[in-house]
């Protein structure tokens, strides 16, 4: 935790910022430019996955820097770094099982994709979990995985990966941040309910 408010607290934050949001960029302009112009208007926000990931966490990290946290956008900011961060390692690591070249793409694409791991699993340790947030956020992972894999907007995969491996990954991933943040939501909400029951300088009764 002293780690984590070391980097969000300090001017490190800026260049971390710098990274996530110039990668944004190049991914926008780079790797999703023509599935963003191919896709209907209205997908627009759910078409580029990771650089929608870095550009939340840049602009989450700089609204805990100066102390103003969007519960919202600390949720979607942290889940979709860790959900796509992951589906990208994996979908470099099945290419390569596959028969696929691990080049220097591949290899610079796992790295930097590790890295928004880190940087979500990192940000969850200052994330509060309320409900309507939780809700909002989780409808938007729901909205992106039904756009991917059932529209079938997804990232494009050579051949030599299987698109239900990725898709059972995505949607396994939003599974998961399902399960957990409904359990940190119905903790946060619980202890709440105590303090409030306590007597005033005491403990809550049994």
Known sequence: ????????????????????????????????????????????????????????????????????????????????????????????????????????????MSVTHFIMIVQGLMLTSLLRFRMVPVAIALLFLIGNDLVDYVAGYHPGLPALVDIRLMAGLAIAMTAVFIVFWGAMTWGSARRARMRGAAPPGGEAAD
């Open 1 to 108: 935790m002293r780690f984590v408010r070391w980097v969000v607290y300090s001017p490190v934050v800026w260049l971390v910022v710098v990274a996530d949001l110039g990668g944004a960029i190049a991914g926008y302009i780079f790797w999703y430019g023509d599935s963003i112009l191919a896709a209907p208007w209205y997908y627009w926000i759910f078409v580029p996955d990771c650089p929608l990931a870095a550009t939340f966490m840049g602009v989450a990290l700089i609204l805990f820097h100066y102390g103003r946290r969007w519960d919202f956008l600390g949720l979607l900011a942290t889940s979709t770094c860790i959900k796509y961060g992951l589906w990208t390692v994996v979908y470099w690591a099945a290419n390569y099982a596959a028969g696929g070249h691990y080049d220097f793409e591949s290899v610079t």
